[in-house]
């Protein structure tokens, strides 16, 4: 029942959110919410990774900035026109990023835990350094990708449609990868992943596969940024920040959930945006979200989604156990059945 | 019968440490072997070896006649050999069903495993006979993480079970749990093995081994001293000498 509300609550929400740009034009608005849906599929290829496998990557800015250059450089070398066809170029250059992520994962993939984290940060900094000093990057000019003379008021609508539609591949995607075989067999390599072997499940290409479908998600995110923003430079694109920023987001919403990294992006990028336009500094956000966390960490250190699952479970003990004074005769067995019942669900649902 | 197990003079050193050496051992179809010995005498690095866990220094596995030696676990099991840890492993933030489903169908490709649901309705139902053959239906939807010990070497073997293994590998299957379960896990090997199943166990409980096996291997030093049947080993004087020992001290490795 309760991931039936889950999925209720959802669609309602998804709903909400592809008529943003009909009930609230406002061009500041629908640009946070760009740069949110961007960090909703983002999170969620982070977590489709690193969530499922327990492999904790902090190098997936590695797949954003080089989605970011691969619209821009092809654009550029294309002579493509400034209008709506570059949109096309999204899938492509998730495709590069999905490719970039096969040597970066036959490298990284094959250590474990923190050694793995240590790498991906290495890699990255690799990459962000190839950045700097490539030509066809522009180097520390950066670049300017072909910028559409649409009207200022809806300018930004293309881009949120674009994004929304993005959203919405990548939940349905790690969504049916949570109830496939595939799935399983990347929460068995988190839970033991040499058991996991010694039962048949081909490791390293299991963790490969969800490395490059993470990097395929996230490269089509930093896309639609490099378009949206009219302008890639190496330490945005490949922005280390970035790699922390989806990892936090999805640890606040629930790591290993569907609906964790979802929440989390929605509740913290809005907040990341409006504070860097408010105060026009760029930064602001990383104190508040150094003290979220901490708060986090210390209160619900699994995230919200698994935390108000644990909540509503003790209300409904707690309710149970009032009854039992009432009816003493009876209580015994609906505290026993609600406890016995209700623990395993905590974290295997998709709540 | 024929030998469907065979390690031929495997040698393994951890560093200084010699954990074996040139040990060897065959494995009949369709018996019960069973092997022991002291702690530190090499079973379980033998067993690490024979499923691919661990590389041998020198010496050759076959399996089926096949030469598995170098094989990678994953391969290994595919193959029909599957094992169990001494300490148990299982998957305990998965459900007892999915810990089961795991291990299903690993003749598929492992691309098709994208595209397809975590059980088919057969397997899904052979998952469920196995947890009731080892008792632990009611459990299936709970998560793993809270079974007990005993429970969890019977989930262990149930899920090793669902891919119909040739020959399944025991570490300790009776160690650490309550006799009432010992007798429980003992009648279901001697169940698998009428089927066709092909056991070897590692185990301190001489009665465990000594009523279950049909021949006994004891391990000293990283070598498989002597070999035969429950009997003759019973009576072996290097036998007493490396492990049995006297009355007491065989009560204490129990």
Known sequence: MVRRIGIGVWSVIFVLLALVPVIEGNPTFTSIGVFTLIFMSSASAWNGFSGYSGYISLGNGVFYGTGA????????????????????????????????????????LRVRRHTFVVITIAIFFVFQLLAYNFSFTGGSAGLLPPTPNW??????????????????????????????????????????????????????????????????????????????????????????????????????????????????????????????????????????????????????????VPTIGDWRRFVRVHLAQRREKVLPAKGDAVVGDDVAGDVPAVTTGMQ | MTELLVVDGVSKAFGGVQALSGCSLTLSEGSIGGLIGPNGS????????????????????????????GAKPDQIFGLGLGRTFQLTRIFSRLTVLENMLVATQQQESWLRSVARGSAS????????????????????????????????????????????????????????????????????????????????????????????????????MGCAIVSGPPAEIRADARVLDAYLGSVEEADDDA
């Open chain 2, 42 to 69: 090499g079973k379980t690095t033998l067993f690490n070896v024979i499923t691919g866990y661990v590389r041998a220094d020198s010496g050759q596995v076959s399996f089926k006649g096949k030469q598995v030696t």
């Open chain 2, 121 to 220: 309705a057969a397997e899904h139902e052979r998952a469920m006979e196995l947890l009731a053959f080892v008792g632990l239906t009611r459990l299936a939807e709970s998560q793993a993480g809270i079974l007990s010990y005993g429970q969890r070497k019977l989930l262990e073997l149930a899920y090793v079970l669902i891919s119909d293994p040739a020959v399944i590998l025991l570490d300790e299957p009776a160690g650490g749990i309550n006799p009432t379960l010992i007798e429980e896990i003992r009648s279901r090997i001697i169940e698998l093995n009428k089927s066709g199943t092909t056991f070897l166990i590692v185990e301190h409980n001489m009665e465990f081994v000594m009523g279950l096996c049909d021949k006994v291997t004891v391990m000293d």
């Open chain 1, 69 to 108: 250059y691969a619209l821009t450089v092809i654009a550029l070398d294309a002579h493509m026109a400034p209008s709506g066809d570059i949109f096309w170029l999204v899938p492509l250059a998730g495709l590069i990023a999905a490719i970039i992520a096969v040597p970066f994962g036959f490298i990284a």
């Open chain 1, 151 to 304: 009207v200022g008021n809806t300018y930004n609508d293309p881009f949120y449609y674009v994004a929304f539609a993005v959203l919405v591949f990548t939940v349905l995607l790690f969504w049916g990868i949570r109830r496939s075989r595939f799935g399983l067999h990347l929460l068995a390599i988190r839970d033991d992943e040499d058991r996991a072997r010694g039962l048949g499940v081909k490791v390293l290409r299991i963790k490969m596969l969800g490395f490059v479908l993470s990097a395929f998600v996230t490269g089509m995110g930093g896309a639609i940024f490099a378009f949206f923003i009219g302008q890639v430079y190496p330490q945005y694109a490949f922005d280390p920040v970035f790699g922390i920023t989806v990892a936090l987001m999805t640890f606040f919403g629930g790591i290993g959930t569907i609906s964790g990294p979802l929440l989390g992006a929605l509740l913290l990028e809005p907040i990341e945006q409006y504070l860097t336009i408010q105060y026009s500094v760029g930064s602001l956000y990383l104190i508040i979200y150094g003290a979220l966390f901490l708060l986090v960490i210390l209160f619900m250190p699994r995230g919200l």
